[in-house]
């Protein structure tokens, strides 16, 4: 088992595709920090990966873009998905990626995160992003960051205008690495509940996965 300072992997998974994404930038800022607080990153960048919509045919699940995904996600301790809001909920891009997951999160912190051009904005999509995360049994973390007034984060240099956003950040790296640590722990002692106690429908559906 690692100490409490050994690093862990954490990646941060940009959920906007668009060409000039507002994202950008506070998710090199997520990844920034995350490497600052001394722990391995990468950012999976959904718009490089370029995924092809999920349909369990064998091709797709041979693309590259996938297998580097799922490979990250499976090496990660925990991860940080940022997506920005669009009509009150995540990206179709996030949902498609999420599709080609399961076990890589299973048990697994997730700091949530939303962006919005608007002052509310990004909430509506974050509380959206943990529903859909529970499903995989990943621990969605109740520290969030929200980039609300996109526009007014960084300049068009690139550099950060609004500094409170590192100590938000930090904050919830500081519970997301706890969740990180105790959950591997946990998953490397403690016996999995079975995931299915009950007998089988008589159809002899799964049932669901
Ligand atoms: C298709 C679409 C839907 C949007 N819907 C919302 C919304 O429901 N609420 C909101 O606050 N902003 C909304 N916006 C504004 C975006 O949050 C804003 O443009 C943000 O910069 C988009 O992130 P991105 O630049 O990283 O793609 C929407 C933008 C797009 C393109």
Redesign the pocket.
Known sequence: MGSEHTPLFIPVVLG?I?R?????RPAGLLAERVAAAGHHTELIDLRELNLPMYDEEAVTEAHPGVKHLRGALARADASVWLS?????SF?SAVKNAIDFVDEELRRKPVGVCG????A???A?CVEQLKLVLIELHAVTIRDSVYFGE?RTIFDEDGTLLRPEFIRRIDLMLRELTWYARALRWGREHIPLPKRRQLPRPADGSLGGR
Do not use: D, I
């Open positions: 906007s668009r000039n994404r507002r994202s950008y920005p809001e669009y009509n009150h990206t962006l919005a051009g608007s509310v904005g990004g509506r996109a």
